[in-house]
C-alpha cells in the first residue's frame, strides 16, 4: 500500500514539474513518506487509545507535543518500526501517566526549568535527511520555540487541571531530551548536521 502511494504520488509530482531533477525529487518523496508515516502511525495509535478508554487524554498529548516540535525538531527513528515502537510507547504511555501520577509543583517546576533551558541550549536540533543550513532559520525555530513553550508555561500557572499540568511538564521534558545531543549520541546519530554544509545566513 505504501509503494502504490508513494508511486503514485512521485507519478503526480513529475509529470507537474518535469524540470525537477533527481535530488528535488528525492527530497519530495522523503517528505511524502514522512507524512505518509506520520498520518498512518497516529490513526493506529489513536485506534488503540480509543480501545483503552484514553482517547481524548492522547489527543491532548499529541497536539501539545507535536505543535512544539514543530519549531524545536530532534531526531528521527534510524527504521520506521524503531519509530512505530517509540510512538507507541511514548503516546500511549505518557496519557497513563498524566491521567494516574500525581506530581507535586516542585517536579513540574524543576522539568518546566530543565525544559526551558535546554531548548535556550540546543533549540532547534535537526536531522542528517533534514539539517537547518540557514542560521536564520535556527534563529528563527528557536525563538518560535521559547515562544510555544511560554505559552504552554502561562496555561500551566492558569489552569487547575492537574492532568493539563502533567500533559505540559512531560511534552516539554520529553521535547527536551528529543533534541538533546546526549540522546543523539545514544542512539549513534549524528548532531549539529548543518555543520556539514556551507555556512549559510
Same mark, same amino acid.
Given at each position: 500500500?505504501?509503494?502504490?502511494?508513494?508511486?503514485?504520488?512521485?507519478?503526480?509530482?513529475?509529470?507537474?514539474?518535469?524540470?525537477?531533477?533527481?535530488?528535488?525529487?528525492?527530497?519530495?518523496?522523503?517528505?511524502?513518506?514522512?507524512?505518509?508515516?506520520?498520518?498512518?502511525?497516529?490513526?493506529? /495509535?489513536?485506534?488503540?487509545?480509543?480501545?483503552?478508554?484514553?482517547?481524548?487524554?492522547?489527543?491532548?498529548?499529541?497536539?501539545?507535543?507535536?505543535?512544539?516540535?514543530?519549531?524545536?525538531?530532534?531526531?528521527?527513528?534510524?527504521?520506521?518500526?524503531?519509530?512505530?515502537?517509540?510512538?507507541?510507547?511514548?503516546?500511549?504511555?505518557?496519557?497513563?501517566?498524566?491521567?494516574?501520577?500525581?506530581?507535586?509543583?516542585?517536579?513540574?517546576?524543576?522539568?518546566?526549568?530543565?525544559?526551558?533551558?535546554?531548548?535556550?541550549?540546543?533549540?532547534?536540533?535537526?536531522?542528517?535527511?533534514?539539517?537547518?543550513?540557514?542560521?536564520?532559520?535556527? /534563529?528563527?525555530?528557536?525563538?518560535?520555540?521559547?515562544?510555544?513553550?511560554?505559552?504552554?508555561?502561562?496555561?500551566?500557572?492558569?489552569?487547575?487541571?492537574?492532568?493539563?499540568?502533567?500533559?505540559?511538564?512531560?511534552?516539554?521534558?520529553?521535547?527536551?531530551?528529543?533534541?538533546?545531543?546526549?540522546?543523539?549520541?545514544?542512539?549513534?546519530?549524528?548532531?549539529?548536521?548543518?555543520?556539514?554544509?556551507?555556512?549559510?545566513?
Amino acid at each position: 500500500m505504501k509503494q502504490y502511494i508513494m508511486n503514485h504520488a512521485m507519478h503526480v509530482v513529475k509529470n507537474n514539474y518535469p524540470d525537477y531533477n533527481q535530488d528535488k525529487l528525492d527530497e519530495i518523496r522523503y517528505g511524502l513518506e514522512g507524512i505518509y508515516l506520520s498520518i498512518t502511525k497516529t490513526i493506529v /495509535i489513536l485506534l488503540a487509545t480509543l480501545f483503552l478508554g484514553i482517547f481524548k487524554e492522547a489527543v491532548i498529548v499529541l497536539l501539545f507535543f507535536n505543535f512544539l516540535r514543530m519549531f524545536a525538531f530532534g531526531l528521527h527513528a534510524k527504521e520506521s518500526w524503531q519509530c512505530w515502537i517509540s510512538s507507541s510507547i511514548i503516546f500511549i504511555g505518557i496519557p497513563y501517566i498524566c491521567i494516574y501520577c500525581d506530581f507535586n509543583n516542585i517536579i513540574h517546576y524543576i522539568l518546566l526549568g530543565i525544559s526551558i533551558l535546554t531548548y535556550i541550549i540546543y533549540a532547534p536540533s535537526d536531522t542528517v535527511k533534514r539539517p537547518l543550513i540557514k542560521k536564520h532559520r535556527r /534563529i528563527k525555530f528557536k525563538i518560535l520555540t521559547l515562544l510555544v513553550s511560554t505559552i504552554y508555561i502561562i496555561i500551566f500557572f492558569k489552569t487547575n487541571d492537574a492532568f493539563l499540568k502533567n500533559v505540559i511538564a512531560a511534552t516539554m521534558l520529553l521535547e527536551a531530551v528529543l533534541i538533546h545531543p546526549l540522546t543523539y549520541r545514544m542512539f549513534n546519530l549524528p548532531y549539529k548536521n548543518y555543520e556539514g554544509y556551507v555556512i549559510s545566513k
